[in-house]
T-cell receptor, first 112, second 118 residues
Framework: DQQVKQNSPSLSVQEGRISILNCDYT??????FLWYKKYPAEGPTFLIS?????DKNEDGRFTVFLNKSAKHLSLHIVPSQPGDSAVYFC???????????FGKGTKLSVKP | GAVVSQHPSRVICKSGTSVKIECRSL??????MFWYRQFPKQSLMLMAT?????????EQGVEKDKFLINHASLTLSTLTVTSAHPEDSSFYIC??????????????FGPGTRLLVL
């Protein structure tokens, strides 16, 4: 039973446009959410996080939005660059020290 | 940034043999390391939490006698897949949490080990 769901296995975006990656969760006890980026043959690397006390966190081109009532979060990348092409994993945690529960990932392709 | 290495990156073995995978934190110390398994097009599933100097904590459904974990130092954890079978073929990823900051953001992942059991 997937507690963290990424329903889009892939997304293709033109360079310079916005990429929006979506994630849904089922466990309302989750209060910390993270996005990871993964290149082939490498481990996931941390990108950005948000706690449930916020609804938005921004870091450069990356913004994460959290809608607690809908149990939904999204990652916005703007403007998208070809180097952003990777698999993006959404993860949830109970607190900032809990174990990570991952989604299946979304493969983003940014075309020049 | 912090680096976690895994060795080997890829291993092919015969059914019934045992395989050891090493996970090292190269520039930080970790009292807590994690072992994940990822099947194709699936999420990373936590198998066990490895604690330095004590027994590992296994997730439900993971056989502790089959997946032996040893965390003998603050920079090394090993996962041994004993009597491997074809259904154990998977991508195994470790991660290590910086003991100075024990937060999910300071949990760094290794590049993974591809195991194929024939």
């Amino acid at each position: 039973d997937q507690q963290v769901k990424q329903n889009s296995p892939s997304l293709s975006v033109q360079e310079g446009r916005i990429s929006i990656l979506n994630c849904d969760y089922t466990n309302s006890m989750f209060d910390y959410f993270l996005w990871y980026k993964k290149y082939p043959a490498e481990g996931p690397t941390f990108l950005i996080s948000i706690s449930s006390i916020k609804d938005k966190n921004e870091d450069g081109r990356f913004t994460v939005f959290l809608n607690k009532s809908a149990k939904h979060l999204s990652l916005h990348i703007v403007p998208s660059q070809p180097g952003d092409s990777a698999v993006y994993f959404c993860a949830a945690s109970l607190g900032s020290q809990g174990n990570l529960i991952f989604g299946k990932g979304t493969k983003l392709s940014v075309k020049p | 940034g912090a680096v976690v290495s895994q060795h080997p990156s890829r291993v092919i073995c015969k059914s019934g043999t045992s395989v050891k995978i090493e996970c090292r934190s190269l520039d930080f110390q970790a009292t807590t390391m994690f072992w994940y398994r990822q099947f194709p097009k699936q999420s990373l599933m936590l198998m066990a939490t490895s604690n330095e100097g004590s027994k590992a904590t296994y997730e439900q459904g993971v056989e502790k006698d089959k997946f032996l974990i040893n965390h003998a130092s603050l920079t090394l954890s090993t996962l041994t897949v004993t009597s491997a079978h074809p259904e154990d073929s998977s991508f195994y990823i470790c991660s290590a949490r910086d003991l100075l900051r024990e937060l999910v953001e300071t949990q760094y992942f290794g590049p993974g080990t591809r195991l194929l059991v024939l």
